[in-house]
């Protein structure tokens, strides 16, 4: 038998820290994982995760 795994949706905003603008193209992925996305325009992001992801999530953007 299959079972679902369950899962969580992770949202938020990457801000510059001096300026509170919005950061475009900021990599945001759960460390040691395939699990990851980038930031759009308005600095916002979703991930979906499985509930039993414990890895620290990493956000990283070039050059900052």
């Given at each position: 038998?299959?079972?679902?795994?369950?899962?969580?949706?992770?949202?938020?905003?990457?801000?510059?820290?001096?300026?509170?603008?919005?950061?475009?193209?900021?990599s945001?992925?759960?460390?040691?994982?395939?699990?990851?996305?980038?930031?759009?325009?308005?600095?916002?992001?979703?991930?979906?995760?499985?509930?039993?992801?414990?890895?620290?999530l990493?956000?990283?953007?070039?050059?900052y």
């Open positions: 038998m299959n079972w679902a795994q369950a899962q969580k949706t992770i949202q938020g905003q990457v801000l510059d820290a001096l300026n509170k603008t919005p950061l475009d193209g900021v945001v992925y759960f460390d040691g994982s395939s699990l990851g996305t980038i930031t759009n325009a308005q600095g916002k992001f979703e991930l979906t995760v499985p509930s039993s992801i414990s890895a620290p990493i956000v990283s953007y070039m050059g």
